[in-house]
């Protein structure tokens, strides 16, 4: 089992950047493929970004893809995204994630096992 706890959230203006970071548990996080959702207010959790347990493969949610960046240090048991040009659309609790089963980086919320609390980010326009 792994436990993921989220960081690094906050307020941001229009254009900005913040990195957040999700600290796992355990000596097994090489083990797990790795994903960031979100969830806006009134909205259904949507996927971001993730990564494949050797991070040699990751995959983004086409609103992201060129602004954010998924990357994973297995030697200290984190995994982040680097968010720039942020959009007030961007505004949501992001949340981190783990699969135990597959490899692979992938968009498939029901196939993670382990859930942060989450983070709540805030971009004001």
């Known amino acids: 089992q792994v436990q993921l706890v989220e960081s690094g959230g906050g307020l941001v203006q229009a254009g900005g950047s913040l990195r957040l970071s999700c600290a796992a548990s355990?000596?097994?996080?090489?083990?797990?493929?790795m994903g960031w959702f979100r969830q806006a207010p009134g909205k259904e959790r949507e996927f971001v970004a993730a990564?494949?347990?050797?991070?040699?493969?990751?995959y983004y949610a086409e609103s992201v893809k060129g602004r954010f960046t998924i990357s994973r240090d297995s030697a200290v048991n984190t995994v982040s995204l680097q968010m720039n040009s942020m959009k007030p659309e961007d505004t949501a609790v992001y949340y981190c994630?783990?699969?135990?089963?597959?490899?692979?980086?992938?968009?498939?919320?029901?196939?993670?096992?382990?859930w942060g609390q989450g983070t709540q980010v805030t971009v004001s326009s």
């Open positions: 990564i494949s347990r050797s991070g040699g493969m990751t």
């Open positions: 994630a783990a699969d135990r089963d597959c490899a692979r980086a992938h968009a498939m919320q029901d196939k993670y096992d382990y």
């Open positions: 355990g000596r097994t996080f090489s083990s797990y493929s």
